[in-house]
C-alpha cells in the first residue's frame, strides 16, 4: 500500500497501525524496526502515526526515536534489521528550516544584522548536514549517541554558531571523545567544534567549543555549560 493510503486507515482504524511493522529509515534504508510496548504502547503508536502524516506533508524531514533494543525483526524483503522499544518521551520530529526559524528568529530587516543573521543560518545548518550526511551513524555507540544528541538538541549549538558568526569563523571539525570528568554512575563524552577563520588561516588561532552529553540513560542530557579556548 502506499504510505498515505496506509495512514488515512490508521486513521479510521488506529489499531491496525499496531499490526504492521514500523522501521526508521536511513536514506530510504531501514535501519530499525519500531515496537511500542508496554503500558504506553498506546501513545507510542499513537506517536507513530503523527510522524508519518507530517513526513508525508512535509511538515518534518528528521525524527529522533530513542529506545532500548530488543533483539531483531524479519522484513518482508528478507532484510533482518534491530528491534528498538521506543522511549517516547525522546521522540521528535523536524525540519532545519523550522529548527532554524525556532532557535534564530524571523529574519531581520536592516543589512547589517542580516549578515550576522544570515551567517549564523548558514553555519549551523552546515553544523547539521555534516552530522546528518557526512558522520551518519545507527547510534549504537556512546559516542555516536553523543553525536546524535549534538544535532536533536541544537539550541546549545546555535549558540556557538552566535559567536562564531560574530567573529566570522567556519567551522572546522566535529570530535567526540571521552570526558575525564564524569558524575558516578553516568557515561560523559566531549563534544569538540574547532572553528577557524577562513580569511586568515596561518595568522589566526583556531578556537574550540566543547560541551559535554551523558549518554547513560536512553535519552541523553548535556551537562554544565559550553567551554570554549583558543588553539594555536
Known sequence: NQPSQM?????????????????LNQEEM?????????????IGFERLR????????????????????AGSAKLLNGQTVPLIIPA????????????????????????????EYDAQVI????????????LRNLGTTPQERALNYAA???LQVANVYQEAARENT?????????????????????VKLTFFDPSHRTERARK?????VDVSDVVPVTIGRVRSWVVY
Open 50 to 69: 503523527t510522524l508519518l502524516g507530517q513526513q508525508l506533508d512535509g511538515s518534518i524531514e528528521r525524527v529522533s526515536i530513542p529506545g532500548y533494543q
Open 152 to 154: 536533536t538538541n541544537a
Open 7 to 23: 495512514l488515512q486507515n490508521f486513521q479510521q482504524q488506529p489499531w491496525e497501525s499496531e499490526a504492521v511493522l514500523w522501521t
Open 88 to 115: 517516547i518521551r525522546g521522540i521528535y520530529g523536524w525540519t532545519i528550516g523550522n529548527l532554524v526559524n525556532q532557535l534564530y528568529g524571523e529574519r531581520p530587516s536592516t543589512e547589517t544584522e542580516q549578515e
Open 170 to 190: 567556519n567551522l572546522d571539525r566535529i570530535e567526540v571523545e571521552k570526558s575525564p570528568l564524569c558524575r558516578p554512575e553516568s557515561d560523559c563524552w566531549d
Open 123 to 134: 553555519g549551523l545548518t552546515n553544523f547539521l548536514d555534516r552530522i546528518y550526511y557526512e
Open 30 to 42: 531501514p535501519t530499525y524496526a519500531i515496537l511500542p510496548n508496554g503500558a504506553y504502547a498506546a
Open 208 to 212: 574550540v567549543y566543547r560541551f559535554t
